[in-house]
């Protein structure tokens, strides 16, 4: 049976889902990692003792790693530009709290 445009899909897997091969993959590496931890931390302690610079920019580099990135769900990126920010220091009373 030739297939015919417009059909939607059937069978197979869901959008998204990880083959076997990348699964098994990521666990190993995983694996892999965790063993590395006690050397990893060595490592940078040696970098901090060095060059804090450097020690900087290695944990800048390593936090997109362990951090989700967060997603504006409120304007989906769109319009930030045109709108002012904000700050109620105040928590919205008219007290002037200067220090």
């Known amino acids: 049976m030739a297939f015919k445009k417009g059909k939607p899909k059937t069978g197979g897997r869901e959008k998204g889902v990880e083959n076997k091969i990348?699964?098994?993959?990521?666990?190993?590496?995983?694996?892999?990692?965790?063993?590395?931890?006690?050397?990893?931390?060595?490592?940078?302690?040696q970098v901090y003792k060095e060059n804090k610079e450097a020690y900087l920019k290695c944990l800048a580099a390593l936090m997109p790693y362990f951090m989700a990135k967060k997603t504006d769900i409120t304007t989906n990126g769109k319009g930030l530009h045109d709108k002012p920010i904000i700050i109620d220091w105040n928590g919205g009373s008219d007290k002037d709290n200067t220090v």
């Open 22 to 45: 990348t699964q098994d993959g990521r666990e190993i590496f995983r694996l892999i990692m965790e063993g590395q931890v006690p050397n990893v931390d060595e490592a940078l302690n």
